[in-house]
């Protein structure tokens, strides 16, 4: 009988000590898995660049027009102010273009900045004192490499960065079928600055000059 109560007290105990364990793991927390990348097709939508404030009055007054090319669209923000006198850099109201292309294609992340968009369209430059002009177009849109390339006077072997992307303020919005993109900035790249500059025979093309920023609708 004695024997029996120590048996029944050694095991009472270990119970003890094993419940608490047992709690602790039950109350670990669960590490989920991030969820991975999805990225869908693009069936259209649209993007547009707003360039910064100033650019439509540094490219005239070298005599450079910046024209939309169909079906791309193209609209001078306080267009107004391309003609009068100098203005302060924080005076509002300072003139900008916005352009719009249409989407053509691509995949685009549904809970990330990833993919690549396509699209119709371009923008022809032309000097007015020369005659000289350069047409850019058929832009893609990078996220994960972060850049955005177009191709010269039409030519596909022609296709280089023409803008690096920062998408330190970039947000992605899903909504049902259709993803929002918005706040991409856009600096030049080395490669548009040398081949525009050469182009136009112009130096008003800088490397890492913040040109605007992009927002895209996508359908899919």
């Known amino acids: 009988m004695r024997a029996f109560m ?7 105990a270990a119970g003890l000590f094993l ?10 927390p ?8 999805v990225q869908v097709p693009v069936k259209s939508g649209t993007t547009r660049i707003t360039t910064v404030g100033g650019i439509p009055r540094l490219l005239l007054g070298h005599h450079i027009a910046a024209i939309a090319t169909d079906p791309g669209t193209e609209t001078l923000i306080n267009g107004t102010m391309v003609f009068l006198g100098p203005i302060r850099a924080a005076a509002p109201r300072i003139p900008a273009f916005r352009f719009a292309f249409p989407v053509s294609g691509g995949h685009v ?7 690549h968009i396509n699209h119709r369209g371009g923008i022809l430059l032309a000097d007015t004192s020369n005659f000289r002009t350069v047409l ?3 832009f893609t849109i990078d996220l994960g490499h972060r850049t955005l390339t177009g191709i010269i006077n039409g030519n596909p072997g022609t296709r ?3 803008f690096r992307l920062d998408l330190s303020h970039a947000r992605i919005h899903p909504s049902g079928r259709t993803v929002r993109v918005s706040n991409v900035g856009l600096r030049l790249s080395s490669a548009a600055a040398t081949a525009l500059n050469s182009a136009l025979t112009t130096t008003i093309f800088t490397a890492g000059t913040k040109f605007g920023t992009l927002s895209s609708v996508l359908h899919f």
């Open 6 to 12: 120590r048996v029944a007290a050694v095991a009472a």
């Open 19 to 28: 419940a608490p364990a047992a709690g602790a793991a039950s109350a670990a």
């Open 30 to 37: 669960a590490h989920r898995a991030a969820a991975p990348a």
């Open 109 to 115: 992340g549904t809970n990330s900045l990833s993919g």
């Open 136 to 138: 850019i177009g058929r």
């Open 160 to 162: 280089f960065t023409l």
